[in-house]
């Protein structure tokens, strides 16, 4: 299949690019980074993804959009996208939204002090700048968890202000244009490109230059795999195509191996008595601790668990573990092992299903089980353990 069509304007740009190399001499970066800007401006239109965040540019749907779209995959935020929008629809919303609520709407997001950082910047907002996103990229870095790729995505999409975006994807491709043997990782990497980009980028049509270079490294040069150089835009001028380079560019040093935690995590029923107008009835509840406001899932719900890989053969070790005396225990059974990945650190989990007789102790939140999935934020670590509690009433 043609990549252009035959009489394509984006062809005749396409066509032109490789005459500017010399023989025997390479373009400067400066120049070959100027070169990129109409072929990528041509493209893009034709080949943007429809994404949600994309029907406008409202500021406030683009900054949420990009905090979202840090360390998550495009189809897992579509649906969360959907909700947040629906649920907080604007600044004020958000800087007025209960933690909890927030971090319900974000729960499985991971990486939730994103959604803490988003309300201590809407509340930064309304306080500083009357309920409006400032229109500026120097303004848009004293918010909260906006860092130099947000505040350009933000600036550059929202409010057509010619600063670059520059993110992994794009420091890939980037990478691979010029053919640079730099770490990727290093901030003065990432400076430097950002520097070459703003004086090179297009300076009426930044929002779709910094969004063509996102579709480019999402699309054609992806992370994992052999580049499309075929489908490219800017693949003539691409020095990593040109050598065969592509598999060694970019650079980034080898990730340190994880650390591995054992715990064992107890899921404890039981049962709230409450009286009612005819007759005494009782309903299930689930035992749920909160977690520190600091650190590793901060904020959140989750089951109780230790540190370890307990073994829990028979009802006294079942009592102990979730503090209640033996004969409570009504029924005590294994259900499975877990693992769950964060970038640091694995954790490795054992889980007990123990129902026992009456209400919990009082060093628990008694959540009720029918309530669970509207109320509490529960991490996606505990996922197959919430799944334990579907069969009871």
Same mark, same amino acid.
């Given at each position: 299949?043609?990549?252009?069509?035959?009489?394509? @304007?984006?062809?005749?740009?396409?066509?032109?690019?490789?005459?500017? %190399?010399?023989?025997?001499?390479?373009?400067?970066?400066?120049?070959?980074?100027?070169?990129?800007?109409?072929?990528?401006?041509?493209?893009?239109?034709?080949?943007?993804?429809?994404?949600?965040?994309?029907?406008?540019?409202?500021?406030?749907?683009?900054?949420?959009?990009?905090?979202?779209?840090?360390?998550?995959?495009?189809?897992?935020?579509? @649906?969360?996208?959907?909700?947040?929008?629906?649920?907080?629809?604007?600044? +004020?919303?958000?800087?007025?939204?209960?933690?909890?609520?927030?971090?319900?709407?974000?729960?499985? =997001?991971?990486?939730?002090?994103?959604?803490?950082?988003? +309300?201590?910047?809407?509340?930064?907002?309304?306080?500083?700048?009357? *309920?409006?996103?400032?229109?500026?990229?120097?303004?848009?870095?004293?918010?909260?968890?906006?860092?130099? &790729?947000?505040?350009?995505?933000?600036?550059?999409?929202?409010?057509?202000?010619?600063?670059?975006?520059?993110?992994?994807?794009?420091?890939?491709?980037i990478s691979r244009l010029l053919g640079s043997f730099e770490d990727i990782t290093k901030p003065q990497t990432k400076r430097r490109l950002e520097i070459l980009l703003k004086q090179t980028m297009d300076q009426n049509q930044a929002g779709f230059f910094n969004q063509g270079l996102f579709e480019v490294g999402a699309l054609?040069?992806i992370p994992n795999g052999a580049p499309k150089c075929s489908e490219c835009p800017i693949s003539s001028v691409c020095l990593a195509r040109q050598k065969g380079l592509?598999?060694?560019?970019?650079?980034?040093?080898?990730?340190?191996?994880?650390?591995?935690?054992?715990?064992?995590?107890?899921?404890?029923?039981?049962?709230?008595?409450?009286?009612?107008?005819?007759?005494?009835?009782?309903?299930?509840?689930?035992?749920?601790?909160?977690?520190?406001?600091?650190? =590793? =899932?901060?904020?959140?719900? %989750?089951?109780?668990?230790?540190?370890? +890989?307990?073994?829990?053969?028979?009802?006294?070790?079942?009592?102990?573990?979730? *503090?209640?005396? %033996?004969?409570?225990?009504?029924?005590?059974?294994?259900?499975?092992?877990?693992?769950?990945?964060?970038?640091?650190?694995?954790?490795?989990?054992?889980?007990?299903?123990?129902?026992?007789?009456?209400?919990?102790?009082?060093?628990?939140?008694?959540?009720?089980?029918?309530?669970?999935?509207?109320? &509490?934020?529960?991490?996606?670590?505990?996922?197959?353990?919430? +799944?334990?509690?579907?069969?009871?009433?």
């Open positions: 299949m043609a990549m252009f069509k035959e009489d394509s @304007p984006i062809k005749a740009l396409y066509q032109s690019l490789p005459v500017l %190399e010399r023989q025997g001499e390479e373009l400067s970066e400066e120049a070959r980074l100027k070169t990129i800007n109409g072929p990528l401006l041509s493209w893009y239109p034709a080949h943007a993804r429809e994404l949600p965040w994309r029907q406008d540019r409202n500021p406030y749907r683009v900054w949420i959009s990009e905090i979202m779209l840090q360390q998550t995959r495009v189809e897992a935020v579509k @649906p969360y996208f959907e909700r947040f929008m629906k649920a907080l629809p604007d600044i +004020k919303a958000l800087a007025e939204v209960e933690e909890d609520a927030l971090l319900k709407l974000w729960e499985g =997001l991971g990486y939730y002090s994103r959604a803490r950082n988003l +309300k201590k910047a809407a509340v930064m907002i309304q306080e500083e700048y009357g *309920g409006r996103m400032p229109e500026s990229y120097e303004e848009l870095l004293k918010l909260p968890g906006i860092g130099s &790729y947000t505040a350009g995505a933000v600036a550059s999409i929202a409010f057509g202000i010619p600063v670059p975006a520059v993110d992994g994807n794009v420091m890939r491709v054609v040069c592509w598999d060694e560019i970019p650079v980034k040093p080898v990730k340190k191996a994880r650390r591995i935690e054992e715990k064992t995590v107890l899921v404890i029923v039981g049962k709230n008595e409450e009286l009612g107008r005819a007759a005494k009835f009782q309903k299930a509840v689930v035992a749920l601790k909160k977690r520190p406001p600091e650190g =590793l =899932l901060a904020s959140l719900y %989750e089951f109780p668990n230790v540190e370890g +890989k307990l073994l829990l053969e028979n009802s006294a070790q079942a009592a102990a573990a979730a *503090g209640v005396a %033996e004969a409570a225990v009504e029924a005590f059974r294994p259900i499975g092992e877990a693992k769950h990945i964060f970038s640091h650190v694995e954790w490795h989990m054992t889980g007990y299903l123990i129902q026992v007789a009456g209400a919990l102790p009082e060093t628990f939140i008694s959540a009720d089980i029918r309530e669970l999935e509207g109320k &509490y934020p529960v991490p996606n670590a505990f996922l197959a353990y919430r +799944k334990a509690l579907s069969a009871i009433n």
